[in-house]
């Protein structure tokens, strides 16, 4: 026997209070009562007050313990005192379903999660009525789906909508947040039911033991699937309309098995598209290999990788990635000797340009415009590259001019002179620039910056000299010092593009340098910033569902297709201790029975009978049986 609603401690607490107080009653009883008498002629010390004295002794012993048995009886019910054990009763329990991709899959006629959900409506069945439930979805995040509920209609609801994720199980953290969630309103702590295959992402080795408290209802998921694990695609260093294309596929069963690896590229959709590659695939059982691909392209389109036949997890057997397209930089050249720029600028990839007199000019052109040593009658509209500028009319001020100037170096710091050092050589004759405190100094002589850059919209750079009439036009410096002016106006032309196609969750890039953490940005498709975290020159992001992310790193850019589903990497052993299958709680709780009501029925009748015993409603009708004994006498005369 027990107590639901108090302790032992204080039930005693509260009771002895109780009859402290009644017993007390009792024995400081100084109630005045009326005695009928005769006369008063011999009562003399009826006109003195009555001494009332202690009673040292109770005169009705049955009333009063037969009010605090009543008293009991009735605070026995307040408690809610029971038959059976403390620990069997009023329970909290947490089911961890398994909503992890791999539910997905297919065993026989019906998919994991269908019976996954089947047997976690028959846990559910199988608990005390009065304990209370909580379901969580775990997938690679525990997620709760209900809180601690008696109305098993909500959680047969939540189990009733719970779908297989994109992500992998991560049943470290979806156990530890169930052992958490336990307990923290007082409540007796359950049970907690993992119910899944138990297909597990990497383990975290620092999660430490499993729960005490754990069962595990196994679904059984002897599938055998193959499917894409990787898809990564980069230009080719030797031709930059060729991608080279790594893509990796995985036998996850336990059989070997043949498939075919199929490539297509076009518009979106099925329509249109034309075989890219293809490749038959022999994969060992729990095997991983990789296959190689080359497509020629500058356009821009959708790359599918299929692998057929399909098996009984579909998910993972076709990925497609969208391919950009091969970005070049449109340039207007305004010259009057323009063999002098064609060098340096067919030397640069990426750049198209069309050289024009200065006669020709015009404001409205776009993309980037190089003005050769004159001044427009109107400045461009976007970015211009301005070659030795008269004085008056220069977008940066002309401080003087000077002649048979040494150069004296670069500025590393800024990216137009990445790479440069070259700085044996004279300039004949050389203007230097009044600069601002926006402005970058790439190059300088002793009398100040020769080259500057403004940045903002539009930027601008100036150089005091044609490189190509001085004595640098004999350095490597000089098409070098073109392609990082060009790259440092239109930067996203420039930028190394990868694309690669894989499964939602962690995502782990190693960059191919040390960048830093401001010169980084991740964004998803819709454009909102993704959280990531940088250390050395790895970078790790997650995203929880499927879908597009961008990833900028100074000059590298990093397309991520992330539409395969997550899969396990191990099989997780429960413990030998743990408890399995569905529980047989309805034997164990019958003994559990609620005698509340029944004491508060008898501790009512208690005290209805000791008030008709010993109340007033008894002195009452006793005076009323001895009412024509007192005739005309006088009454009131204290006792």
Known sequence: MYFLNLSLLQFVAVFGSLAAVSVALYLLDRSRRKLVVSTLRFWIAAEHPAVAARRRKVQQPLSLLLQLVSMALLLLAIAQLRVGAPEQAGRDHVIVLDTSSWMAGRSGRTTLMSVARDRARQYLKALPVNDRVMLVRADGMATPATAFEMDRKKVERAIADSQPGATALNLDQALLFARRVQGQDGHRVGEIAFIGSGRTAARDRAAGTLPRNLRVISIADSIENVGLRKVGMRRSGADADTWEIYVAVRNYGAKPHVVTLGLDFGPPGKLGRVAAGSRVVNLAAGADVEASFEYKTSAAGILGVNLAPHDAFPGDDHAELELPSQPSLQVVVYSSQPELLKPVLNATPRVTAVYRKPEEYKANDTGLVILDRFIPPQRPQGDSIWIQPPAVGSPVPVRNTVEQAAFTGW??????????????????????????????????????????????????????????????????????????????????????????????????????????????????????AVPFTLHDRTLNFFSGAPGGVKVVAADREYLYSLTLPELWDSKWTPPADAHSGIPKFSQVFESASDLWPWLAILGGIGLLVEWLAYGRFRRGMGRARFAPLRDQEPAGVPR
């Open 411 to 528: 500025n590393s710091e800024h990216p137009g002179a990445a790479g440069l050092h070259t700085k044996d050589f004279k300039l004949d004759r050389v203007e230097v620039f009044e600069t601002g405190a926006a402005d970058g100094r790439i190059g300088e002589v002793a009398a100040g910056p020769v080259i500057v850059a403004r940045p903002g919209k539009p930027k601008i750079v100036v150089l005091g000299f044609h490189p190509a009439l001085s004595g640098m036009r004999y350095e490597l410096a000089t098409p070098l010092l073109f392609a990082n002016l060009l790259r440092w106006v239109s930067p996203e032309t420039f930028r190394r593009a990868e694309v690669a196609g894989g499964s939602v969750g962690a995502v782990k890039l190693e960059l191919e340098q040390t960048v830093a953490a401001k010169d980084v940005k991740v964004t998803a498709e819709d454009g909102s």
